[in-house]
């Protein structure tokens, strides 16, 4: 095989390969979003062969002789190329180390699996949730066993979501946090708490789905290749970037909830949007990990969305759509409303500084079940535990503790640290930012075109083409955790008077 | 190759078959209702990616020898695997007739086709149009001479709805009925016209949404397995009988239109849901032709729908929902508004007796495109000419002409005469259904249960287990397009009391 030919076999390998993760992916949003509650056995049929389809594809001798060809000519090849073949080449590693038979099951467990958890997350039924739950677990830890046998399998977990994090990476980092935000968080405990009832009164949907329309104009994202859908739990799903979907949950006696979750997810859709064309459906196109990702939901989300310029900007808008409710609230009381502070029972309305305490509990859960410390039915009574210890918090129920996030209904196992890492990741980029721009001036026009470019030049348009802790570094040297807590220390104290 | 061995490589078979249909379904219902405009390319891409699989699954060597297996064994199978064999012989030789990559670029032609479609008929653009439609109908006659030359390409395209329909029998059917029809078209048109003006004052959607939620119920539809979605133009879509969804479109000026596109897409949804369990994700699951599928949902919709009983039961829901629109009619003027006749434009909005002559407008179009006799750009005064000839009325643009229905731009070519056969079967199987049952009565309950159970056991359930032709004449003896034409002629000289 000449290198043009195994070029061309990539090529069409990229073709089937984007087909097949297509369909899985337009499959799964469906179930989501408008399927029938009666087809869950089908779609777990289906996609199960679907996995099947890319396992046979990425375990082909045609595909493996191609991609041996072009390591064996690896000088000759372009930056793309050598990339995308030590990424296939790694990607096809980890799954032929995984029997296809057991590969699929997993599939299938986990399309019932995302359907339990969806009727007991309503029902307030963890039982029911539970083997599947620990049937989830196991296997990731199986897996784990399979690609790895050396490592820790919680360090395959992470690593799988941010290549190269490790428990005694995540364990460091969250011990800085905690030490810091810690006693940061009992001194706003012991002064006057900001009073955000205005944010409870009701605010009708159809009005709340206008002020989504207008938060995508400010985010200025490209609606051709973009919509908006509801769902309990808000996400964000791409089909290459010519096809980006968020999804959010309104809630009428809750202002703040839609309005973050909708820049969150947008922060998520812009970096799946910006791909540079020559990544088109191969696959280097998208995100290179959730710890980057999260970098940048979460900058948008909290240091854009929940700046001073920014609760500036959206009031007028507000105050125009709900006169009533917000008549009389001005900018500063506005932007300390949107910034209250108080530990709570849910991760996704959680505010910017206690959020990293949510995150900590499920690590530390995470990597007991993984280590075989407590299984899935000690998890209830952990997580209240945990709540109470961290967050000082009583758990009512399991709805409102260990069923609220999907993620583990759909084997997310390791993906919770990237928040608080993005979280911390954020900071630095807003220094970086700094040098470049005026970031308030450019939030007061209404347009965040400005901030986008500066993010794509620097981190979208690369995709997959550098290691996520390489790109961190290309844009903002060593990761220091404290920068971090600095910008949080100076927002909540001034933000708390303190 | 054991007979057992080769009827498991027919069932891994039908598995990948079901997923990469249900895969390309869902695609296509997703682009249809919430996908973002500029995904088509991406859709297309993939599109063509499963039909490639699917190609190169019905051609694979594998398949071939356990089919050819089986077909030497064919007296050691049951009745149902007689029967998949047969079939899928029948798809395996029209597929492999057709040179794979032709077969793709149309399935990304089609793709794209239905996006410029739409558009078009949102501009009002039927040049942008031409050059798509033009290129279906030559592929469409180009693959009719691979896999059949000797026949007459239209009467290919013609059995690919209704097996063993031709353009001989289409013309003697269209021929009998526009003899007996046209003249009680003109008498109707002579006499007092029915005033139905309050069926278009306003009818808020979201009280137009609670009434198709109780047609559903009135239907006995199993809700687990089905849905109600919209689009621009209602159809119904099915993935297994455990996934079934309709669409509809709400006119707030028409309350007829919904109400009858529902009862109608539920028709072709009761059908996909009832084949029997044995039947469960294999080639012979669902409907079995186009013209067995009207018969269904056009036995609904008028026949049922339209009936005197059935607008009796409705118009207490109804004038409860809609009290100052509706207060002052009662049940013979409602039924007799919703019965009005008369020559109009669009063909999903005619009455009972005018809707035969929309389709054979497609009809002698069609066959004249095929022919050669005229090409797409002589559709839009074609068309305008036909619609004078045939229905006496102007077509003001092609958006209310030749660009309204879906059907040519995803190459539904030979399935019009479909609905109008089905309509005439309907009539037929009325007649058997009332040696059975109190039609009326069943309708005057509330719930459709009895007749969904008739029908469930005559013909859903057997799913494609017989040619249509077979199934009719099994369930209502030889076709007679005369019992078609007395219903009509009895019911419009009632309701026109002349």
Known sequence: MTVKEALEQISAFENTYSALNHAS????????????EGSVEI?????????RMSYE????????DALETLNENIDELSEIDKRKVKELYREYDNTRKIPMQEMIDFQIHLTESSAVWHKAKENNDFASFEPYLQKTFDTLKKFATYTD???DPYDVCLDKYERGLTKEKCDKFFNALREKLVPLIERIKNTNQIDDSVLHLNYPKSQQEKFTDYLVDVMDIDRKHFTVGETEHP??????????????HYYEDNLASSLYSVVHECGHALYELN???????TTLEGGVSMAIHESQSRFYENIIGRSRPFCELILPFLKNEFPEQLGDIDGDSFYRMINRSEPSLIRTEADELTYALHVMVRYELEKRMISGEICAKDLPSEWRRLYKEYLGVDVPDDK????????????NIGYFPSYALGSAYGAQMLNEMKKDIDVDA???SGKLTAINDWLREKIWKFGCLYDPTDLFNMVCGEFEPDVYVDYLEKKFTEVYKI
Chains 1, 2 share one sequence.
Request: proline content about 4%; overall charge negative; glycine content about 6%.
């Open 25 to 36: 992916g337009i499959l799964y949003y469906d179930g989501d979003t408008v399927a029938p």
């Open 43 to 51: 779609r777990a049929l289906t996609l199960g062969e679907l996995s």
């Open 57 to 64: 594809l990425i375990t082909s001798e045609k595909f493996i």
């Open 149 to 151: 046998p050396e490592k």
């Open 235 to 248: 996400f964000t799903i791409n089909f290459t970037s010519k096809d980006v979907r968020i999804t959010t």
């Open 275 to 281: 791909s540079m064309p020559e990544l088109f459906r």
């Open 400 to 411: 409102h503790g260990v069923l609220q996030d999907s993620h583990w209904s759909n084997a």
């Open 442 to 444: 450019v939030i007061r």
